[in-house]
């Protein structure tokens, strides 16, 4: 089956670490973004690359990095810097086809800081 | 930059139909999208409509769109209770490189 998968679904992080957040899709897209999503709020967009080894910040990447070493994959990394990272984290690609500017998302992955 | 905006929430009971309306600035966008989002999953991809197009239907959905006044509706008839779940709005525009500008999410109740 084509899609996007993110692991893990739940993820906890103690204070002052960084964790790594996966997101990957065999969807043969070439862009993909992350998006923070806050209770009750819509999304903001914290990266996203639209080819391999290249991406761009979106409006809210302080404390966040990522990396584009192969098509199917865009992981995030919330890094100690990011002040307040509780959130819920969605992946998503667009690609080839009658309308590229079509996102699809991922599952999600909550994170809790403790 | 630009805007979407939506009403927070609306409810309705089981059978009725549901109006969900969206407004958005951008008089260059090339498509605009409504999205469903459950508790604690993924946005799922309902339905997009053309910039050039009135009205798109799609089973129970309908997607009106005045263009002049830019204003998009998701319309969904006899509205279930597995319909509850927050909807977005959302446009591409070429003003902001074919990227997605959310709007912040109606909260759809449906009432047994």
């Known amino acids: 089956d084509g899609g996007i998968t993110q692991s893990p679904k739940y993820l906890f992080r103690k204070e002052g670490q960084n964790v790594t957040l996966s997101c990957e899709q065999n969807?043969?897209?070439?862009?993909m973004y992350w998006y923070r999503q806050d209770p009750g709020q819509g999304l903001r967009l914290i990266y996203y690359s639209q080819i391999v080894n290249d991406f761009q910040k979106g409006d809210i990447a302080e404390g966040y990095s990522v990396s584009r070493e192969k098509k199917e994959s865009f992981p995030l990394t919330v890094t100690s810097a990011q002040k307040n990272p509780t959130a819920f984290y969605l992946c998503?690609?667009?690609?080839?086809?009658?309308?590229?500017?079509?996102?699809?998302f991922g599952p999600g992955t909550r994170l809790t800081v403790l | 930059g630009e805007d979407v905006e939506q009403s927070l929430f609306l409810s309705v009971r089981e059978g009725d139909s549901s109006v969900i309306n969206c407004t958005y600035t951008?008089?260059?966008?090339?498509?605009l999208y409504w999205y469903k989002q459950e508790p604690g999953a993924g946005l799922q991809l309902l339905t997009y409509i053309f910039s050039n197009m009135d009205m798109k239907q799609d089973q129970r959905l309908t997607v009106l769109l005045n263009k002049k006044d830019k204003h998009l509706s998701l319309r969904i008839a006899d509205t279930q209770t597995g319909d509850s779940a927050i909807y977005f709005c959302a446009e591409s525009s070429n003003n902001a490189g074919n990227m997605l500008t959310f709007g912040g999410g109606t909260r759809l109740m449906v009432k047994p």
């Open positions: 969807l043969n897209h070439d862009a």
């Open positions: 951008d008089s260059s966008s090339t498509y």
């Open positions: 998503a690609s667009s690609g080839p086809g009658l309308n590229t500017d079509t996102q699809y």
